[in-house]
C-alpha cells in the first residue's frame, strides 16, 4: 500500500461525500495504491451510515467507528494505528484541507527522499476573530519559551509522513495526546509549507475559545515542566516579601496575607492539572473505543 489519508469526522454528513469524491478523484490521477481510511469520531447525525455506504462501493475505503466522541486526538492515533500505507497523511473531512494542496504535499514528499514530514501551516489567520488571534499568539509564545515541543505558529495537523514516522508516533503511549506537540517531539526531517485553508463548506468548526485553551494548556502540560519551577521562583519571592514586610512592620500586612494565600492557591491548582495527568495515565483506560471497523481485510493491520 502506497498512501493511507486518514479522516477524523465527527458530524461530517453534508460534506463527507463531497469529500470522498474530491479526495478520489486526486488519488486516482496519481495511479497508486492508496487506502482512505474514515474515523467516525461518535458522530450524532448520519456520518457514519454514508460512509459505510462508500465503503460498500469502493475497496480503496476503510471505516472505523467510535463508541461515542472521544475527539480528534483519539480519532487521528486509530487512524494511525490502523493505517498500512508506506506513506500516512491526516485531513480533515469538512475540505478546508485542499486535496489538490495533498497531492503537491505527496509529490514533494517522494521528490525529496530526505524529507520525512510534510506540514501544512496557516500562513494567514486574517479570518479569525481578535480574540482568537490573540490568544493563539499567546499560546505559541508562552509554549515556544517553555516547552520541550517548539512550534510553528499555524503549523495544522494537515501533513504527509513516511510510515516510520507513523511508528514513531504510535510508540509514545500518553493518554492526554497533543499530536503537534509530539510530531515536533519525536524530531524528524519536517519541512513546513504555507496554504490556505478554504472556507468550511457545511456546519461550524468544533472549537469553541473554551475548548481550545483548555486543548493548549494541556498540550502545554504535555511537553513542559517549567510550570511547576515557577510555583517554586514564586514561593521564593513571596517568602522575600514577607521577611521584609515582616522586618520593616513586625507584623505580616493584610497585602502580604492575600498574596501568600494567592500564590499558594494558584500553585495548588496548577499542581492538581499534573497530578491529574498522572492519575489519567495510571488508569490504563484506551484512548478510544471501537464499535465498529469495516472494509479491512485479514491480512491488514489489525487492532
Ligand atoms: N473532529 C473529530 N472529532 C471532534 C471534533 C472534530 O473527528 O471531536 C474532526 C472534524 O470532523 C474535522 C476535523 O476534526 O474533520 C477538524 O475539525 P473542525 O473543522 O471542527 O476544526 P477546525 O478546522 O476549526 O480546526
Ligand atoms: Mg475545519
Not at 7 to 35: A, G, M, R
Not at 168 to 175: C, D, G, Q, T, V
Not at 237 to 246: E, S, T
Request: positive net charge; hydrophobic residues 40%; contains cysteine.
Amino acid at each position: 500500500m502506497r498512501l493511507s489519508v486518514i479522516v477524523p469526522c465527527y458530524n461530517e454528513s453534508d460534506s463527507v461525500n463531497e469529500f470522498y469524491e474530491q479526495i478520489t478523484k486526486e488519488l486516482k490521477k496519481k495511479k497508486i495504491t492508496y487506502e482512505i481510511i474514515f474515523v467516525d469520531d461518535g458522530s450524532k447525525d448520519d456520518t457514519e451510515e454514508k460512509i459505510e455506504t462508500i465503503v460498500q462501493n469502493d475497496k480503496n475505503v476503510k471505516m472505523i467507528s467510535f463508541s461515542k466522541n472521544f475527539g480528534k486526538e483519539a480519532a487521528m492515533l486509530a487512524g494511525l494505528e490502523n493505517s498500512n500505507g508506506d506513506y500516512v497523511s491526516i485531513m480533515d473531512a469538512d475540505m478546508q484541507h485542499s486535496p489538490v494542496t495533498l497531492m503537491e504535499m505527496y509529490d514533494k514528499l517522494i521528490d525529496n527522499p530526505d524529507y520525512d514530514v510534510i506540514c501544512a501551516y496557516k500562513a494567514k489567520r486574517s479570518d479569525d476573530k481578535p480574540l482568537k488571534r490573540v490568544l493563539t499568539s499567546l499560546f505559541y509564545r508562552v509554549n515556544n519559551k517553555i516547552s520541550d515541543a517548539k512550534l510553528l505558529p499555524g503549523a495544522s495537523d494537515f501533513r504527509i509522513f513516511k510510515c516510520c514516522v507513523k511508528d514513531a508516533i504510535i510508540s509514545l503511549k500518553e493518554k492526554n495526546r497533543f499530536l503537534k506537540g509530539i510530531f515536533s517531539w519525536i524530531g524528524f526531517n519536517t519541512i513546513y509549507i504555507p496554504y490556505q485553508p478554504e472556507k468550511r463548506l457545511y456546519g461550524t468548526s468544533k472549537w469553541s475559545i473554551l475548548k481550545l485553551i483548555k486543548y493548549s494548556l494541556s498540550g502545554m502540560i504535555s511537553f513542559s515542566t517549567f510550570p511547576l519551577k515557577a510555583i517554586f521562583i514564586a514561593g521564593t519571592l513571596v517568602f522575600i516579601v514577607g521577611v521584609i514586610n515582616f522586618i520593616l512592620m513586625g507584623n505580616l500586612s493584610y497585602r502580604t496575607i492575600i498574596l501568600f494565600v494567592s500564590i499558594i492557591m494558584m500553585s495548588i491548582g496548577l499542581i492538581s492539572l499534573y497530578v491529574s495527568r498522572i492519575y489519567n495515565n495510571t488508569l490504563e483506560r484506551p484512548n478510544y473505543i471501537i464499535k465498529k471497523k469495516i472494509g479491512y481485510n485479514d491480512k491488514e493491520v489489525k487492532k
